[in-house]
């Protein structure tokens, strides 16, 4: 897998440059990565995209958290290493892509009021997937049926 081997290399660079923060957050990569592997569904280019986003979204969470315990010096950890961590994954699509993504699978869902945002949310959760933050997809579904 190509990611494996860019971590790898990477991870030798941050040793060699002695640059311990990116070397902690590129060794959690790798960590995540390992866990695929071992699990029963392996390690594929989809679960992988899975786990970084999972890990790039609970990293904000806790800078977050920090922040509101104002301890900035921890949430500025967590957020460079969410920062790292999304360095690997797919550039994610702007909200006006979204949008326009969303206005076609609501034309061929039939979707025309807020009760069928079930039917919408299915196929842009697996037509976006990887590509775009869920909350965004959802928030902007909402937008465009109540719209309707």
């Known amino acids: 897998m190509q990611l494996e081997e860019q971590i790898q290399a990477d ?26 592997k071992t699990s029963p569904e392996g390690l594929t280019e989809e679960s ?23 301890r900035p010096e921890l949430a500025e950890v967590e957020t460079f290493q ?8 797919p550039k994610q699509m702007s909200e006006d892509e979204v949008r326009e993504i969303l206005k076609s699978i609501i034309a061929q869902t039939g979707a025309s009021s807020p009760a069928d945002m079930g039917k919408v949310m ?19 579904v909402k937008d465009l049926l109540s719209k309707a």
């Open 11 to 36: 991870m030798k660079a941050a040793m060699l440059a002695k640059d311990q923060p990116r070397l902690e957050a590129i060794r959690a990569i790798k960590s995540v990565l390992l866990l695929l």
């Open 48 to 70: 992988a995209i899975k786990a970084l986003q999972k890990e790039v979204k609970n990293r904000r969470e806790t800078a977050e958290i920090y922040t509101t315990q104002n």
């Open 82 to 89: 969410a920062g790292i961590i999304e360095a690997y994954l």
């Open 122 to 140: 299915g196929a842009a959760t697996k037509q976006l997937a990887g590509k775009a933050d869920g909350k965004m997809i959802s928030s902007l």
